[in-house]
């Protein structure tokens, strides 16, 4: 309700599309997807945008909801705030090398296991520790670091979609557009014209 800018009873009623249309219409067609096929979705990362233009990681999360023959009839979907990292954790430290390798090499193709092993934690250490200080994946935080990345190269730059891809580590247009689509139901022109200068969209 806060981040929408409407009273309750404005809320009540609307879809995600009408309140944050800033996302695209791909929310209300996922809400669908998982009514059609009853499969639920769990602790996505998703990055959104208020009316202000702030920029907000959550954890996503939609599960269908069933009469009593088993036909999906809604669902129910359930949105928080990324929690900011755990820095008093005993692990945040030895995740710093690892990070810092992460956003020194953004622009390559980065292997998770590399990663851990030039940090010199083993995967499943690191596997346990991304978790517990932020809350995410490995691969959900490098994923993170990339999309972060490529938003502010849609908002300040004219450079093209496929230099942006290229920057952020991704071996051609179309797997970035991919990635960008799931992490903001935007494709990066969609964002850029939304949220950027508007410039080169090529």
Partial sequence: ITRSGLDRDEVIGKTADQLFPVTGASTNAQDLGVIE???QIVDRLRLYSS??????WCLSSKFPILNDTGEAIGLIGISRDLPRPDERHHGYRRLLEYLDYLESNLGQNILVSEAA???SI???????LTREVFHLTPKQLLMKLRVDHACKLLETTDQSITEIATDCGYADHSAFTRQ???ATHLTPRQYRSARGRGLHAH
């Avoid at 009316?51 to 907000?56: A, E, K, L, T």
């Fill in 37 to 39: 096929t009853r499969s």
């Fill in 51 to 56: 009316g202000s233009g702030h920029r907000y």
């Fill in 117 to 119: 092993e030039r940090a």
């Fill in 122 to 128: 083993s995967v499943d250490t690191l596997e346990r």
């Fill in 180 to 182: 960008f689509k799931s």
